[in-house]
């Protein structure tokens, strides 16, 4: 989904959850056994029990595009013909009232996901969005509508114990130990489906929410939309990146090439920026080979390189540059010691070798701390 849509449908989730009928609920435990299940009107809400559900919907349409937030693209033969599509298309139409579609897709997630063996919350909450169409000159909305909108939003909420705590009882004058008992988290996943694309539904794409960037639950992922290969974690995707590229160039990979090839995707990123502040900075595999040939690498190597990305990553050529590099720091480590400096410093950093031991060197400004004190450097022509 664009940014621009996912904002329109957060718009809709106000406080006071005016546009949604009801919510819907499944309490399941950590031996994957349903506890409970739910139905509440929202008329029947207290105004702060509104304004706490709204906030849940919306987490799952926040984050960032491609780390929190995965565009699921749909086959033709599952939308076609597949109980996994039968399934999201009954509760879109029903606006998920249909007691007997819910009960599937509570057994579809609680069969799929790995909690851990922590409780959770499914929560289910549907709206229909009276869409409106440009004028001629596609400068302003017609009030007329030119059709719905139909969608509806799961969020999978960790159930957390919370801690005893000391509260001050103004009948007893005195603080007294008390706990508020279960609490509901934020969404650690969730998804809405189907997906608003410039002013229509398109039923080909699901939009699936992840709060960890380095563990997205694949295994739900295709239990819910019959993806095979369900995409890596964001983090996943840095670490079998950097791990492909530092078993595929061996002792070429060195500090030089790794900081220019941070340096020249981090200014990719940027000028993309620039550009369109909403787009998605993306690299494809021909350019970063590109980058390792301009650094003197072996073409054997940058071959070898190829090929393991493409074996890897199931064949993609194109990746998200903010999945490749630390966008906010970039980070030395030795067994000894670590630097951590901004992105834009990486090539100031160099090797030496002195006295037959390679040192790596970091520019000294004109003022330096060690452990807050500030110091002189005293160095010898």
């Known amino acids: 989904m664009r940014p621009e849509d996912i904002r329109k449908i957060r718009k809709r989730i106000d406080t006071t959850l005016s546009n949604f009928r009801s919510v819907y609920g499944c309490y399941v435990n950590g031996a994957s056994e349903i506890v409970s299940t739910m139905e509440i009107p929202v008329l029947d809400m207290e105004t702060e029990e509104r304004e706490m559900y709204a906030a849940i919907l919306k987490k799952v349409l926040s984050g960032t595009q491609d780390r929190n937030q995965l565009s699921i693209v749909l086959s033709t033969d599952m939308v076609n013909d597949s109980d996994e599509h039968r399934l999201l298309m009954a509760l879109k139409s029903t606006q998920a009232r249909d007691e007997n579609m819910r009960d599937l897709l509570y057994q579809r997630i609680i069969e799929s996901v790995d909690m851990g063996g922590d409780s959770y919350v499914i929560i289910l909450a549907a709206d229909t969005y009276d869409l409106r169409a440009k004028d001629v000159k596609g400068e302003d909305w017609s009030e007329e509508s030119t059709g719905q909108f139909e969608y509806f939003i799961c969020a999978i909420c960790p159930v957390k114990m919370s801690k005893a705590a000391l509260q001050y009882l103004p009948g007893q004058q005195e603080f007294r130990g008390i706990s508020t008992g279960t609490l509901l988290a934020p969404p650690a996943l969730g998804f809405m489906f189907p997906v608003l694309d410039e002013g229509s539904a398109d039923i080909y794409q699901a939009q ?9 639950h694949g295994e739900l992922i295709t239990a819910l939309f019959r993806i095979e290969n369900p995409p890596m974690a964001a983090e996943v995707q840095k670490e079998t990146f950097n791990s492909t590229l530092a078993e595929s160039l061996g002792r070429e990979c060195s500090l030089d090439v790794v900081t220019s090839l941070q340096a020249r995707l981090s200014a990719k990123a940027e000028a993309v920026r620039e550009e369109s502040p909403s787009a998605i900075a993306e690299v494809d595999i021909e350019d970063i080979e590109e980058i390792l040939t301009d650094k003197g690498i072996s073409d054997e190597k940058v071959r070898e390189f190829g090929a393991s990305v493409g074996k890897r990553f199931d064949g993609a050529g194109t990746f998200n540059i903010g999945n490749l590099i630390q966008k906010r720091s970039f980070e030395v480590k ?6 951590v400096t901004a992105p834009e410093n990486a090539l100031r950093i160099k090797t030496k070798k002195i006295d037959g ?8 400004g004109e003022s330096v701390t060690v452990n807050g004190v500030e110091i002189t450097i005293n160095t010898e022509e």
């Open 357 to 364: 031991v390679t040192y790596i060197l970091v520019p000294a």
């Open 334 to 339: 030795t067994p000894e010691t670590k630097i």
């Open 208 to 216: 699936y929410y992840t709060k960890s960037t380095s563990e997205n």
